[in-house]
């Protein structure tokens, strides 16, 4: 199992630009949770997902959209990045509802300049 | 608004030190409290508590919950180098849309 991976690991994009960073995992998790993280600020909650077909807001969702059209991928869309959205992006799944460990992806380093 | 709380947030110590770090928490309809490792890359679990009193431990690290005082402590004993890292603080919650709160996290650095 290669678990939970994302794609591209860098990227810098220009004030505007649009792009979609790639999560899938192939553990067949039920839940996938998109966070971001800025230096000495833990982790922040983006969107989750409990399912195919099913989105809810975290913490931070502006400037953001997913979708969950297969239990295996969920992507995370930047409409118009703004130098507020340079972060670290890590991706993560759970197995279902009875289960509390969420395995992460690797991360992708976003500049927006 | 659930709320996690870790300090120090950062902490220099010599190789074999002992080191306590601090995660305080409120949130409702607490289900577990979870430590995580990270090291320049992804965070990878370390332990999850569910039950006041009973400590967890792996080798060097051991960590326990007290729901009461809604605190838990990650001990790291006889640090080394290899143990610099931010460890990440986190809380879940029950329900159907159950997610995790993290803390800010806590730099640990072990100078040899």
């Known amino acids: 199992n290669a678990g939970v991976t994302q794609t591209p690991k860098f990227r810098i994009l220009k004030i505007g630009q649009s792009m979609t960073l790639q999560c899938t995992q192939d553990?067949?998790?039920?839940?996938m949770y998109w966070y971001r993280q800025d230096p000495g600020m833990g982790l922040k909650l983006i969107y989750y997902?409990?399912?195919?077909?099913?989105?809810d807001k975290g913490e931070v969702p502006n400037g953001y959209n997913v979708s969950r059209s297969t239990t295996e991928d969920f992507p995370l869309r930047l409409e118009l990045a703004a130098p507020s959205q340079t972060s670290v992006y890590f991706c993560?799944?759970?197995?279902?509802?009875?289960?509390?460990?969420?395995?992460f992806g690797p991360g992708t380093r976003l500049t927006v300049l | 608004e659930d709320k996690v709380v870790q300090s120090p947030l950062s902490l220099v110590v010599h190789e074999g030190d002992t080191v306590t770090l601090n995660c305080s928490y409120e949130?409702?309809?607490?289900?577990?409290l979870l430590w995580y490792k990270q090291e320049k890359k992804a965070p990878t679990f370390l332990f999850m508590l569910?039950?006041?009193?009973i400590e967890k431990k792996s080798g060097r690290l051991s960590s326990i919950l007290d729901k009461k005082e809604l605190f838990s402590i990650l001990n790291i004993t006889a640090t080394q180098t290899g143990d610099s890292a931010i460890y990440l603080c986190?809380?879940?919650?029950?329900?159907?849309?159950?997610?995790?709160?993290f803390g800010k996290g806590i730099t640990l650095s072990v100078r040899p």
């Open positions: 993560a799944s759970r197995r279902d509802r009875a289960s509390n460990e969420q395995f």
């Open positions: 949130v409702t309809n607490f289900r577990s």
């Open positions: 569910t039950s006041s009193g």
């Open positions: 997902s409990v399912g195919a077909g099913i989105t």
């Open positions: 986190a809380v879940s919650t029950t329900g159907a849309n159950s997610k995790l709160t």
């Open positions: 553990m067949n998790h039920n839940y």
